[in-house]
Each structure stands twice: as structure tokens, then as C-alpha cells.
């Protein structure tokens, strides 16, 4: 089945800074990949996503690149403000049978950024 | 629309009684997902419907976890009887069409602690 390896654990970075968090996944089938934030006592909340047919997809600050031949993918984030620290997860879309999918996630990156 | 709805937020309960958790999916969404959260296993699907039929119950850990949806409206997540090792942040998350190709949106979570 799939899997899903997100990296780094923890991301500590100073105001203003770039963070990047990257994510492998298993599956070449996979075809959805999407990005969720969650704040503290918060259920995830998608924040962006991109699908195999995009190489890269922005939203002012957010970005995400996905590399099908390498099955990888990543979250950029410019300008990095206190109010993005947060947990993120990377998630990727697993065929099911009779054509219906299911999202695995990656175990999720604590960014903190540092006034 | 007010999001997903979940009750109760939190739960303590002794090992062996019955919890019960429930979710009020998004208006007009046709799947509901239900998925536990750990420090261990990161976050994991438990179970899903569309239409209100469960198509993916692979993810329930053993018989003690039932979850069933009798209308488009309602949903419950039943484990009887429970145990020290089901403490744990249950989500409910809709979504409207295919499954895992299009955004989830998830409640707030019920913090289930049992003692």
C-alpha cells in the first residue's frame, strides 16, 4: 500500500526566513497531493494542494512542487510569519478499488517560527 | 455552514465503559472519513462512507470500534468497551465528491482519554 515519509520532524526558523518541508511517497498511482495545516486544538485545515498533472502551484506565500519521476514532493514557505507555526501534514491519495480513493498521511512537520 | 461538528470535545472515561462519538458532516457532502490522531501513529484513517454506505472500514484497529451513519446528517464512532490504549484525538472530516482527490474539512476533534 502506500506510504507516505515527511521530513524534517521539527523546522525551527527565524521571522521572515524560508521553511521547506518534503514529503516521499510510494505509490506511483497517486495522483492528489495535498498540504494541511494544524494549529494547536485545531482539526487539519487544507492549505494548498497540486495533482499529477501540475509540477508546481503557488498562493502568495505557499508554494508546492511535485516530482512524479522522483515520487516527491514539497511545501515552500516565503516570508515566514509567527502565525504559520503550526503542525503540516503532506498527504497523497491511494487507489482504492471500484475507483475511489483514500489520503495517506505523512506524520506531520512542527514548524516554529521564531519572532 | 458551520464546518463539521463534532461532540463531545473531550471524553474521560474508565476502561471497559462505551464511548460514543459523534459528527455532523457539511451540508450536501456525500463522504464522511473518520480518523484517529497519536503521537505514535500520526494520523490514521479508521473508516469512510459515501452516501452514507461505509466503503472503507480497513482502518478499524478490532471489533471493540463500530461507527455507522444512519442519515446524511449523522454519524456515530462507537468503541465497546474501551481501552487505556484508545486514547486518542478522533476527527470526522466531509468532503463532496471522489474521495481523496478533492478537500477534506475536518471538525474539531473529540479528545478521548480513557483511564
Known amino acids: 500500500g502506500e506510504n507516505v515519509e515527511q521530513h524534517p520532524s521539527t523546522l525551527s526558523v527565524q521571522e521572515g526566513d524560508s521553511a521547506v518541508i518534503k514529503c516521499t511517497y510510494s505509490?506511483?498511482?497517486?495522483?492528489?497531493f495535498p498540504w494541511y495545516k494544524q494549529e494547536l486544538g485545531k482539526g487539519p485545515q487544507l492549505i494548498i494542494d497540486?495533482?499529477?498533472?501540475?509540477g508546481e502551484k503557488k498562493d502568495q506565500r505557499i508554494a508546492v512542487t511535485l516530482n512524479k519521476t522522483a515520487k516527491h514532493f514539497s511545501l515552500h514557505i516565503t516570508e515566514t510569519q509567527p502565525e504559520d507555526s503550526a503542525v503540516y501534514f503532506c498527504a497523497a491519495s491511494m487507489d482504492q478499488r471500484g475507483g475511489s480513493y483514500k489520503l495517506i498521511f505523512g506524520s506531520g512537520t512542527r514548524l516554529l517560527v521564531r519572532p | 455552514d458551520a464546518g463539521v461538528i463534532q461532540s463531545p470535545r473531550h471524553e474521560v472515561t474508565e476502561m471497559g465503559q462505551e464511548v460514543t462519538l459523534r459528527c455532523k458532516p457539511i451540508?450536501?457532502?456525500?463522504?464522511l472519513f473518520w480518523y484517529r490522531q497519536t503521537m505514535m501513529r500520526g494520523l490514521e484513517l479508521l473508516i469512510y462512507f459515501n452516501n452514507n454506505v461505509p466503503i472503507d472500514d480497513s482502518g478499524m484497529p478490532e471489533d471493540r470500534f463500530s461507527a455507522k451513519m444512519p442519515n446524511a446528517s449523522f454519524s456515530t464512532l462507537k468503541i465497546q468497551p474501551s481501552e487505556p490504549r484508545d486514547s486518542a484525538v478522533y476527527f470526522c472530516a466531509s468532503s463532496f465528491g471522489l474521495a481523496g482527490v478533492n478537500e477534506q474539512f475536518f471538525g474539531p476533534g473529540t479528545r478521548l482519554t480513557v483511564l
Open positions: 451540508s450536501g457532502h456525500d463522504y
Open positions: 497540486i495533482r499529477s498533472n501540475v
Open positions: 505509490d506511483s498511482a497517486s495522483n492528489y
